[in-house]
Every structure is written in C-alpha cells, then in structure tokens.
C-alpha cells in the first residue's frame, strides 16, 4: 500500500509531501490543474522511461520518492527483492527513490540501495495498478488472467507444477539414457576391443609408479655391481677386515689391563668391530635390493611399456587405467542392459505424464467451472455501469500439448463484446477509454480481493458519464477498497468523489510568471465546498452546498 509521495521539481510542482491512507482515496480538481502531473510522477518512481521533459523548468533535478508497506514474507514482491539483495528489516517500508537530471540521466534506488528502472518497472508491477485511458498493463495483458482465474477459483496450482516438473524430470531421464545407449551402440566393436585389451593388462593404481621404481633400482644395480663385489671382498674371509680387526682385538684384550690407554684402544677396537658389521650387513641388504636380473629387468621394463603406452592411447595417467577400464565395461554393459532399463524409464515416463494430466485436466475443470462464475459476477456489475450491451467472457482454451506447462493445460483470456452480435476480443482492441475503464473496475469488483497489486489507481474512470452511472462507479469503487485494496480515484464526477475517504484537491496558482500545481488534503468542511463546486460550476452556491452535503451523508 502507498504510505507516502514526496515531489520536487517535477512539471509545476515545485515541491509536495502527501500522505495516504488505506480505503478509497479521490483527487479532484479543475480541468488543468496538473492531476496528470501527479501521475506521471508516480509513474516516474515506479519506473516508467524518464524524460527530461518532467525536470521543473529552471531546476537541475526532478525527484520522486514513494513509500509502500513492506510486503509480507513469502509474496512474490518479498521473494524478488530477495533475488536481488534488497535488503528490508522487519517492518520498514519500502523506500523507492527516482530522480533525474534537466539533461535526461537518471537513477533509481530501492531503500537506498541502487537498482536499474527495469527492476524498478518490476517492483512497480507488485505495487500499484494504473488504469487509464491509454492503459496497456495489468488487467489487459493476457499474462496474467490465467493466475487472476486460478486464484477466483480458489485453484490448488501447486500439485499440477509439481507433477508436470516430475514428469519433465522423468522424460529428461529417458532422452539421456536413450542417447547414451545410442552413442554406445554406435561404439560397440570398439568398446568390447578396448574393455578386452584392457582387462587383458590388468592395470592397477600405482603400479606404474612401483614398476618404474624397481626398474631404476635394478638399473643401478646392474652399474655398481662390480664396485659392490670389490668393496664386499674386503669384508669376506679370514683376511677381511672384520677378522683381522677381531684379531687384533683377542690379542689387546690380553694387555689392556697393562695400561689404562691401552683399555680404551680396546674399546675403541670393539666399536669400530661393532660399525663394521653393521656395514658389513647394509652392503648385504643393499646387495640383495639392487641385484640385478636381466629376466626381471626386461619384464619390469616391458610391463612398464605397456602402460604407458596404454595411457598414451586412451589420453589418460597410467593410473587412471584401471578407473577407465571400469567406466568403459559399464558402457559395454549398458548397451547389454539398456532395454530393461529403458522399459523401466518409459514407465515412469508414462506414470508420472499421467498424473500430470489428471491433475490438469482437474484444474481445468475447475477453471471452466469458474470462468462461469466470474462471467456472471462481471455480467451483474455491467449494466449499472451502463455498459448494459457488452458481454464479458473469460476463454478457457486447451493448448497444444507441446505447450503445457506448470502452469496446466489451457490459455486463459478476458474477452468483450461491445455490441450485440459483435464477436469477442481482447479488452484493449475493442473498448474505447471510459468503457475500459468502466469494464476493468467491474472485473476488479467481480475479482475482489483475488490478486493484483494492493494500490489501484482510476484515472477518470467517470469520464463521459454521470447520475446514476457515477454513482454505481463510486459506489463499486468504495466496495473494491472495503475488500482490502487501496484505491485512488482521480475523478470529476461529485457522485465518486462523496464515495472517498480521504479527499485531495489538485490546484494550480501563479505568482508572476511561476505557475506551480499544489495539492492539499481536505477536511469535511473543505469536502463539502469542494463536491458543490463540482456539480454547480465556478459559483457555488447553497442550493450546491446542500445538495453536497447530501451526497456526503449517503456514504
């Protein structure tokens, strides 16, 4: 709901603060006076195309700011400023700031954060409705009559979604596994050459790794060989130097206690005896891990080759080998395999499309049920709005079945008839302005509280007509605000004018050569003088007071 409207600079208003409450609101004034003006600059704030035109001559910059209740969680409105970062605290209004420049640029916020005007054009269609002579949105655009109906009816749309999401998801499931069976078929022969070749090698993870190490080992091997025997000599037999190093340490062990330096020679001797063998077995060990075979060499080398030449082939790390060889033999196996499978995906495929339809078909019973009902609600509500020719219809189409969709199976349209015999066709191409007006306010009546932005504005929604015809169109209009909608009615008519409860006059003054349009919100008193001047003219006089005052306590 429009809290708030905040105007600098914009045409003849130079600047004005106007506060707004729930219920129907109405702004009168003489021909003139800037009502459109007022209009254009809340189009302006809700992200119509700026034009440099609405910058207050002689002032570089022209600004709009709007204030709306913050919309509750969970409502489209709350869901798209979530999607784009709008920041709201619990119970803040929603803040929406435009301003532009003499030289054409502008720019827009929302709470201060700024936003681009085709996010502001999105917003602005969640928060105020305009219906005018040239109006093109809203109800007249065919997008959403099938949501408007859905919600008349009291539609359960959530099941036919889902449903429809299931049933994609299944076929989606069923065109991959017939693609990949058909790929693989295609890849048959070379499929069962390769899972042959590679079951055949037997690859493992890591195994390249292990083969290239033994092979470097028995490599090194093979080139010191001959230096590790002569250095192994010197370690072998009586005449080693382990033996004699022992010998010699019997022979001191027998005169070690003839002299104290001659004790720790021997226990330096018994140390040395002790590295020794400690060498003595390293050489033995490395010996025996560096030996080298000219059998195992060639088929470490050879086991080796094939590995990589096996990754070489398939464009892959030899450790992957073993990874491949299984996604290949699944491959293999989905083709032996794929017919049941694909029997089990049709099934689900033919399972889940009909319980799509079913819960289509139900919801389109029930849109028909309702286009009925709503046909007859906007039928009663045309002839008080002397449109007592036309014929209202809401179309209930099946679509193609490549069209269905999440939202069901039908295309829904608002349709009329202006005249007896004339066939029917969409709001906008048949009606002329007042008649649309009048037959947008009978469907809005018809629709309640289903849908819509929570502001709707009427501009002039009484042109053309009066009597009793304005006072069915301000009697329909108090009727759509008690049923939870905020209304502005900007009207000439005195009979819709009574219907408001909170009035605003639009007047225009000139100091000099400075013309500025203010608007000001009236009291009872200020009400009563106003609704005369409307039905007597420039003079008002008693008999117009009177009879003002009588349209005020009719309300």
Known sequence: MLTALS???????????????????????????????????????????????????????????????????????????????????????????????ADGGSRAFLNDQPCSAALLREVGTHLVEIHGQHDDRGLLAPAGHRALLDAYARADTDVVAATHRAWRAADEKLAAAKAAIAEAERDR???????????????????????????????????????????MEAFD?????????RGAARRLDQLAGDHPLLAEALASLDRAIIEADEAEMRLHEAARAMEYDPGRLEAAETRLFELRAMARKHGVQPDDLAELAADLASRL???????????????????????????????????????VRLDAAVAGELVPLKLDAARFQTL????????????????????????????????????????????????????????GADTIIFDEIDRGVGGAVASAIGERLARLAGAGKQLLAVTHSPQVAAKGGSHFVIAKSSEGTVTRTGVRALDSRGRREEIARMLSGSEVTEEARAQAERLLESV
């Open 333 to 371: 196996d989905a083709i032996e395999g794929g017919s049941a499978g694909i029997v089990k995906l049709e099934a689900a495929v033919a399972e889940t499309a009909a319980a799509y339809t079913h819960a289509a078909t139900a919801l389109s019973g029930l849109r028909a049920k309702a286009a």
């Open 237 to 245: 037999g009586s005449a080693g130097g382990p033996a004699l190093l």
């Open 189 to 231: 022969e070379w499929l069962e050459h390769c899972v042959a070749e590679l079951r055949a090698l037997d690859p493992a993870p890591g195994e390249e790794a292990e083969l290239a190490a033994a092979r470097a080992a028995m490599r090194k091997g093979e080139k010191i060989a001959g230096d590790l025997g002569t250095i």
């Open 7 to 101: 105007i600098a600079n914009i045409v003849l208003i130079e600047r004005l603060d106007l506060d707004f409450d729930a219920g129907l609101g109405v702004l009168t004034g003489e021909t003139g006076a800037g009502k459109s003006i007022l209009l254009d600059a809340l189009g302006l704030a809700l992200g119509m195309r700026a034009d440099s035109g609405l910058v207050r001559q002689g002032a570089d910059q022209a600004q709009v700011t709007a204030s709306f209740t913050p919309p509750a969680s969970g409502t489209p409105l709350a869901a798209l400023l979530t999607e784009n970062e709008i920041g709201l605290e619990p119970g803040e209004p929603l803040l929406i700031r435009r301003s532009m420049k």
């Open 396 to 451: 209930v189409e099946r679509l193609p079945a490549d069209r269905w969709g999440e939202s069901g199976i039908d295309r829904v349209e608002f349709l009329i008839s202006t005249n007896p015999g004339a066939p029917f066709a969409p709001l906008a191409k048949i009606a002329s302005g007042g008649e649309l007006s009048r037959f947008i306010l009978a469907l809005k009546v018809a629709l309640a509280e289903e849908g």
